[in-house]
């Protein structure tokens, strides 16, 4: 172990232009999958949702997303490498795939704790479905929302350098390429990288979630 | 037919078709429950309410008031019996078109504002059947149903505060954007769930004198669920008393307007039972 440190320093400050690249690839990997399953997310959760929707169709919504919830994003990445070959586009499918059956969850729940003396004020004025949920339960949610998506871009970020590691595109897959060529040097530059990054992206969402209310 | 009667008779018909038409709620034999097993909360043989009218409801916790008030506004369907209210009879499980719920303004006891949308928001989307469901998703509105909401919360007094967050008024300011919401939906019937009960009572009278205030300017029907018998006397032309889910006191059947029966609030004393030949 210490051998294996002792060998990432000093790291080698060459691979900055790759690992720049291929670090822009793997957020941009991230955020794609995550703007992808929010906008898949959102219709499900109003079908998933217990004050929305009627139980039949409530119900078979929460088992799919539970469905989708179960499968390893790393078995979805494989999975889409498999049928539309290397690179960031399979990641993008894997982390969307994968993030809606929690976001999808996640938004059905807020949609849920929507307090229902409002939505009945609306129907009362003769608001229809369509109205209470633009007026009623979005004005209601909308921080709830953005919260849960924005938890979801931190965690489609640190899965989508897993991705890398199965041929789905960004940074993942230059630490594979560096660790089996035992260049660690190089590992190190992607590493502190990767660290920069995860905890600003961390606390620019935290700072953001702040400000919702 | 000689032409004199005929006249007559047709006066008779207009006499009459008038009369119905200035019937706001019209309630007949219904009666409901909220499950099968359980016992009925409400049973009313017969109550007409004018076009126009100023009436509290008084009762007792769990007496039906508030049940009243649901079958009015078309949020719970009745078991058996007729139901009209402003001309339109409801049958069980029948549906309420948007016009119609648009007709009939609730107020409700914990004003059910949305607490992050500001006061102007709330009180516009009391518009929202004037509008096109479709327009709604870009939250467009009318410079009518603008204007409408403008005037609403001038009425209440809260010209003041049209920017600021729901959530962020006291209790008497949320009753008040209650009421403007309500004045925006311009309805013909306003139902108010004890409008005061959240309220300490320095703002109870504030608020009921607002909303007498109100349903007097725009010639609209009131129903009030009230606590306060006193309350009540002062500021309403008619009484109707519940117990039990039954109509036990009715001030337009009985001599006395201020003689309100002790009965129907003393659980120990049997309530007094109305004939059954009034209107």
Redesign the interface.
Known sequence: MADFIGRMFPPNTAVAKTVLASTLETLQIAFAGTVISALVSFPLGLLGAENLSPSWVHQPVKWFLSMLRAIPVILLALMFVSTVGLGPFPGVLALAVHSTGMLGKFYAEAFENASSGPLEALESSGANWIQKVRFGVLTQVAPDLARDTLFRFELNLRESLVLGLVGAGGIGFYIQLYIRSFQYDKVATLTIVLLVIVVLVEQLSVAIRKRLR | MKLSSHIENEINLRDIGKAQAEIAVSIRDVKFRYTKQSPYVLNIENLRIQKGEKVAVIGPSGAGKTTLMRLI?G?IEHESGEVKILGETFDNGSTKS?????R???I?Q????????SVF?NVL?????YIN??F??V?WFSIRDKQAALSAIDEVNLIGHMNQRADTLSGGQMQRV?IA?VLA?EPEIILADEPVSNLDPALTDDILNLLVEVSENHKVTLLMNLHQTDLAQRLAERIIGLRGGEIVYDSSQERLFNHVPKSLFDPEVPPLKMSKNRN
């Not at chain 2, 914990?110 to 949308?117: K, M, Q, S, V």
């Open positions: 506004n949020v948007r016009d119609f719920r648009r009939i303004g609730f409700y914990d004003f059910n504002l949305i607490g992050r949308a928001e989307w009391g518009r929202v059947a469901p479709l709604s998703l939250g209650a919401r939906q």
